[in-house]
């Protein structure tokens, strides 16, 4: 750590020299326009950038089959990379539909060049048209959603709406992806935290939170896909489940809305819900837990596994109440 003294000029004007080193790192020298960015009692210094884009190159040669490419195109897009190049000797009409299907699922992104050795894609959003807010809110609704459908398919022994469940987990990835996406270019660039109107610790706090809720739709999802192998369960085990069901997501939605209050107050009192119903929910996977003990087994094997997304919906909805917590807490 280095210290400078502040100095008056000009009777009115405080003035700091810049550490040597970091200037010279950074292109900054006479003449140089400098950036100050306030954050509470801290203040950061960034050379001003003419072109804020990034843009960065993968080559995908030694990439082995279709998951490793998509994952390549995810983690340049999280990573905050707002131009794409991924190159290979030859580019393969596979590898072309991989790499558009992976985009597809990404917000923003596009494919804007093709060659034979060479594809390029682009953000086509700059962060002030990124809500990491919104996107949560949405992340919320969609995912508490999918696990009420997902209960409902398998009381009903409905497969359509099961089906319908699993595809809109691509929505919950698709914003998931953007707020991690989001989250990194405001640790790197304060610029971007200052247009998108939150603190880096309400992003951090909103990125952990969207990581739960994606979660819980990976719970919706998986119960969709047990009701797709099952036939209609007994009836004396569905208001069992709806009930616990309506509980669980009683957790994360009471946690969200603690998360998104802007009273600090008002967000410990419903954070405290949150964690305290978590008792509730424990009670009524004893219930349940009985009530199917009785059934066939491979039934009760299948129930069991939605119990257990279930209560771990509760779970998850408890982590975004500490969040909430944290984020309503005093600063130091």
């Known amino acids: 750590m280095e210290t400078r003294k502040v100095q008056v000029t000009g009777g009115s004007t405080y003035t700091v020299s810049l ?9 900054v020298s006479s003449g140089t326009t400098v950036e100050f960015h306030a954050e509470g009692d801290l203040l950061l210094v960034t050379p001003q950038r003419e072109n804020e884009r990034t843009e960065g190159s993968l080559n995908i040669s030694d990439l082995d089959g279709e998951q490793e490419l998509r994952r390549a195109v995810m983690t340049m897009y999280v990573s905050g990379f707002d131009v794409i190049n991924l190159t290979t000797d030859r580019m393969t009409a596979e590898q072309r539909r991989t790499i558009r299907d992976a985009t597809q699922g990404l917000v923003g992104l596009e494919v804007i060049e093709e060659m034979p050795d060479k594809m390029v894609l682009q953000d086509l959003l700059d962060s002030s048209e990124l809500s990491i807010g919104n996107a949560i809110t949405r992340m919320q609704l969609v995912a508490l959603t999918m696990l009420e459908d997902a209960v409902e398919a398998l009381i ?9 469940v699993i595809e809109r987990d691509d929505d919950v990835d698709r914003l998931w992806y953007m707020t991690s996406r989001v989250f990194r270019t405001v640790l790197r660039n304060p610029t971007a935290a200052n247009e998108i109107g939150y ?17 819980i739709a990976d719970h919706a999802t998986k119960i969709a896909k047990l009701a797709l192998e099952v036939e209609e369960i007994p009836e004396n085990a569905t208001e069992p489940l ?8 009683r957790v994360p939605d009471t946690a969200m809305n ?19 119903h978590i008792e509730v929910i424990d009670e009524l996977v004893r219930e349940v837990d009985k009530e199917i003990h009785d059934f066939d087994p491979q039934l009760a094997q299948v129930l069991g596994l939605v119990i257990d997304s279930l209560s771990r919906t509760a779970d998850y909805g408890t982590n975004i109440a500490e969040s909430a917590l944290q984020k309503a807490a005093p600063r130091p």
């Open 19 to 27: 550490p040597k080193d970091w200037a010279t790192e950074n292109g």
């Open 156 to 164: 009903t022994d409905d497969d359509e709406l099961a089906q319908d």
């Open 199 to 215: 603190t880096r610790e309400t992003c951090f706090d909103f990125q952990s939170s969207a990581r739960q809720l994606e979660r």
């Open 242 to 249: 709806r009930e616990l069901r309506t509980e669980a997501a």
């Open 258 to 276: 603690a998360l998104l209050a802007d009273d600090s107050e008002e967000a410990v009192e419903l954070a405290s819900e949150a964690r305290a």
